[in-house]
């Protein structure tokens, strides 16, 4: 069973990495590969439908949608893995400062972090760019705002594990600074395993940052973002549902591909799984 | 003769090839009678018991006959089976804390047996756990109670209520005393001789167990098991004070009332058995032809057999 | 039990106290002025020095920091979350205007999300790596990688457009509710498909499944009491955390159909930066996040004998 799983887990993971690395050559190569110009705006052109010269049709203001799509993934992708470090890296300095000082520092962070933990982050989101006005710069704080808290849980747990070994007590015996046992023992420890929980939070990202330029509260209009995008298009749903279909798949897919990456690495690590062989 | 097994194998398929977890066990068990299985972990003792009722994972290869009151129980359609286990051949694990459904109150987990096999209503099939628990000896006013709320002896005894419930005429018990303190298991087996010798006509079981001491309280009969075949079977006295195969001198030996000798050697993984005579790598008179030829069983004497050439 | 009920209370109090003081925060220093923003809105022209002044003086909005944030925990405690800039009705009657509408929204969602999640989660485990259970992992996870505000328009496309079975704006029948319901439940529902079956597989392999079938019991009775019984103790927890997910579904989905719950109300807030509003909304969602918990909390104690054991003792 657990080898059923494990097959199953590298299937999933080869599937996700290559779309995931189409979905990269595309953002990299996207001048390359988008035969229009994503912004170039041709009135006579409006609305068209899929076919010969524009593959996915064209959108309100005459914009190639295949070409928007493909510039659309430089921004989705980046915004989301922007996001996800920032939240990894702020969530794996606090994590292990609790983790490894342990007492007052710990219980208060913990405290913190049970709080906002209890708190829907979209909603919070939703607030800040409200409030702050949408903006790209609003929009990578909303979703740092609460996003670092669940790294900063699993860290810290990590962080206690990593901390019983030997080698810690060791590099302190030998003199090493707090600081110094932090980045160079603890954090390379705690570094693999909150790369698999990144991976299944891109996919949540992209879909919260797709959601919220959807509302007008993240990426602004002109801007070639799949959640923008659909927005813009949204008044033509019922005379040119084309405009509405190829970003949204875009979104789909790409979203699909982080997960599918995520679980495959969870079957394939995911120890529990073995106990099943034990008969 | 109410059960009666026949060149039974059981092979787990592994990514070394097969474990060989039973190979080619027959045995016969009277009615009436404690039958003892005994043998080291891992012997393949436990999985025969899973077998007799068809309870080992898809991945298990079953092969042989299995004849409960003539009739082959491995071959029997589930839902025939279905209605054999817990009715006629009922079995009793193990680590009762596990094996006792946490979610499920004690009364609940009985009763439900005698509503599946009695087609008894909710209030009469309670009325009867509390019989049961009684019987077994727990105060009835623990029947809403939940497993985690007894103890260890308390849940073995409710172990046993549940496989009694619908008076099978035989039990399969697991290592029934494993993991309690010895005063409870005292008791423990005091009780299950008490629901097999005690009733009449009196009922059947299968003894599946490490602990010698155990076994000699309660069996008739012994069978001892080493690495997935018996290798000695007669009356448990017999046995016990005339032991032939060199691995039952050396399971007596073991027994801290004989000075704790132990057995050099570990015994051996089932996926690769020594060739010829399993035990002949750990046996003190293992010759040259033990390591080339399998010995096969020796009758002697009266109901005693031995699977060695130098009994 | 008790003890741990009250522990959850106090937190409880604590997170919304701390809910509050950050949306008020965050609203003190935000950029823009409201009142410039509105007075706009309700005349569309540009407001004068004066009218601004007026209509801060108005809403208490030129006091200092401390002694805004005073008065708004003090009509907190006597229950009232300031009035509405837009409407100039009470927040509150605002927010119970519309709760009934997001209330059937949500509760129809995770009826169905469960109706349909919980029995395929269970087919799945007791059928692991066959066919049925591909399907359902690949439906799965296309389940909750499909955005929900995409997923909503491509259903009115399709069941109201293409075919015209049902509406695509609008509430009060249940012809209205049937589009927006289903946008809502796909992702929780392919999630609890997900916990369903990996909490099922975990308890289909404990000693206790074995004794089951040790005892003659049909497979219906193992699976669907002795095992879904234990199974469903982990899931209930994580229905609690669905609801953070069903609350931001709410928002969006209610947006999309225009349905007039106050997820929709919120968004348009958003746009109009109306404060109190935002304010409000902050606070009644985190309570109905807290309350929500707290009720999954009780239904553990109660799922679970283990627990309710520990807290009698």
Redo the contacts between chains.
């Keep these: 069973?657990y080898?059923?799983e494990v097959t199953?887990g590298k299937k999933m993971l080869l599937t996700g990495s290559i779309l995931i690395f189409g979905f990269m050559a595309l953002a990299v190569f996207a001048p390359f590969i988008a035969p229009y110009d994503p912004d170039d705006v041709k009135v006579e052109e409006r609305l068209l439908p899929p076919g010969e010269h524009h593959l996915m049709g064209t959108d309100g203001f005459g914009r190639d949608i295949f070409s928007r799509v493909v510039f659309g993934t430089r921004y989705s992708l980046f915004l989301a893995l922007v996001v996800v470090s920032i939240n990894l890296l702020l969530g794996l300095m606090i994590g292990s400062i609790a983790g490894y000082f342990g007492g007052l520092i710990d219980e208060l962070i913990m405290r913190i972090v049970?709080?906002l933990l209890?708190?829907?982050?979209?909603?919070?989101a939703?607030?800040?760019v409200?409030?702050?006005?949408p903006s790209v710069q609003n929009l990578i704080l909303a979703l740092v705002a609460l996003g670092w808290v669940g790294y900063t849980r699993v860290s810290r747990g990590l962080v206690l594990s990593i901390k019983e070994q030997g080698f810690i007590g060791a590099a302190k015996a030998l003199g090493g600074s707090n600081m110094y046992i932090i980045m160079r023992h603890i954090i390379p420890n705690a570094f693999p395993p909150l790369l698999v929980l990144a991976t299944l939070h891109v996919?949540h990202t992209i879909?919260s940052i797709?959601?919220l330029s959807?509302?007008?509260?993240g990426v602004q209009a002109p801007t070639p973002e799949w959640?923008a995008m659909?927005s813009e298009g949204?008044q033509f749903?019922?005379t040119h549902?084309h405009v509405?279909?190829s970003?949204?798949l875009a979104?789909?897919?790409s979203?699909?591909s982080f997960?599918?990456l995520g679980?495959g690495l969870r079957d394939v690590l995911d120890p529990?799984a073995r106990?099943?062989l034990n008969? | 003769m109410l059960l009666k097994i026949t060149n039974l194998r059981v092979y787990?398929k592994s990514?070394d090839g097969f474990v060989k977890a039973a190979d080619g066990v027959d045995l016969e068990l009277y009615p009436g009678e404690i039958l003892g299985l005994v043998g080291e972990t891992g012997s393949g003792k436990t999985v025969l018991g899973l077998a007799i009722t068809r309870l080992l994972?898809k991945?298990?290869a079953v092969s042989g006959e299995v004849l409960y009151r003539g009739q082959n129980l491995l071959a029997l359609p589930e839902e025939e089976m279905r209605k054999v286990r817990g009715r006629q051949v009922s079995m009793i694990f193990q680590n009762p804390l596990s094996s006792l459904n946490p979610a499920l109150s004690i009364g609940e987990q009985i009763a439900e047996v005698l509503r599946e096999h009695q087609g008894l209503k909710r209030k009469a099939a309670w009325q009867r756990a509390g019989e049961l628990l009684e019987l077994t000896g727990i105060p009835a006013k623990w029947i809403r109670s939940y497993p985690h709320e007894l103890s260890g002896g308390m849940r073995q005894r409710a172990m046993i209520a549940i496989g009694l419930a619908c008076a099978p005429s035989l039990l399969i018990a697991d290592e029934p005393t494993r993991g309690l303190d010895v005063t409870i298991q005292v008791q423990i087996v005091e009780l299950l001789h008490a629901v097999t010798k005690g009733v009449s006509p009196p009922r059947s079981m299968l003894l599946i167990t490490h602990d010698l001491g155990v076994a000699a309280a309660l069996t008739d009969r012994l069978a001892v098991m080493y690495a997935g075949k018996i290798v000695e079977y007669g009356r448990t006295g017999e046995v016990f004070r005339n032991p032939r195969h060199p691995y039952t001198r050396a399971l007596l030996d073991s027994h801290p009332s004989n000075g704790l000798i132990a057995t050099k050697g570990f015994s051996p993984s089932l996926i690769n058995l020594p060739p010829g005579c399993s035990f002949h790598p750990r046996c003190k008179k293992a010759r040259k032809k033990c390591a080339h030829e399998p010995p096969l069983v020796q009758r002697i004497g009266m109901d005693h057999g031995v699977r060695c050439f130098y009994a | 039990m008790r003890r741990l009920l009250i522990q959850r209370l106090v937190?409880a109090v604590?997170?919304m106290l701390?809910?509050s003081f950050l949306?008020f925060l965050?609203?003190f220093y935000?950029?823009?002025n409201p009142a410039e923003t509105i007075i706009r809105q309700q005349s569309g022209l540009d407001p004068t020095y004066a009218e601004i002044e007026l209509f801060m003086k108005r809403h208490d909005l030129n006091r200092p920091f401390l002694v805004q944030c005073l008065q708004w925990l003090y009509l907190l405690t006597h229950g009232k979350l300031g009035v509405s800039l837009r409407t100039g009705e009470p927040v509150l009657e605002e927010f119970t205007a519309r709760f009934g509408a997001t209330f059937q929204l949500a509760v129809a969602a995770m009826a169905l999300s469960v109706i349909i999640g919980l029995p395929i989660g269970v087919f799945a485990a007791t059928k692991?790596?066959s066919l049925f259970d591909h399907i359902i992992r690949v439906v799965s996870?296309?389940g909750?990688?499909?955005?929900?505000?995409?997923l909503g328009?491509?259903l009115?496309?399709c069941f109201s457009?293409a075919l015209g079975w049902l509406p695509c704006f609008g509430h009060g029948t249940v012809r209205h509710l049937v589009l927006p319901m289903i946008t809502l439940a796909v992702g929780i529902t392919a999630s609890l498909m997900r916990f369903v079956r990996t909490s099922m597989l975990?308890v289909l392999?404990l000693d206790y499944i074995k004794t089951a079938k040790a005892k003659g019991l049909r497979e219906v009775v193992i699976v669907w009491k002795h095992a879904l019984k234990n199974a469903l103790i982990p899931v209930v927890t994580i229905l609690g955390t669905q609801?953070?997910?069903l609350?931001?579904g709410a928002?969006?989905v209610e947006?999309v159909f225009s349905w007039p719950g106050i997820g929709k109300f919120?968004?348009d807030s958003?746009?109009a930066?109306d404060?109190p509003v935002?304010q409000g909304?902050?606070l009644i969602?985190?309570a109905i996040?807290?309350l929500v918990?707290l009720l999954v909390d009780i239904l553990y104690v109660y799922l679970d004998p283990r627990v309710r054991y520990e807290g009698r003792s």
């Design positions: 069973m080898i059923l199953r049970d709080i209890a708190f829907p982050n979209i909603i919070l939703l607030c800040i409200g409030v702050l006005g996919s879909l797709a959601a959807f509302l007008g509260l959640g659909l949204k749903i019922f549902p509405m279909i970003p949204g979104i789909t897919l979203v699909l997960n599918l679980e529990r106990e099943v008969v | 787990f990514a994972p991945t298990a | 937190s604590f997170v701390i809910a949306s965050l609203l935000a950029p823009g692991p790596n996870l296309a909750v990688s499909i955005p929900e505000f995409w328009l491509m009115m496309l457009l975990e392999n609801v953070g997910h609350l931001a928002v969006i947006t919120f968004v958003i746009y930066r404060y935002i909304f902050v969602i985190a996040y807290v918990n």
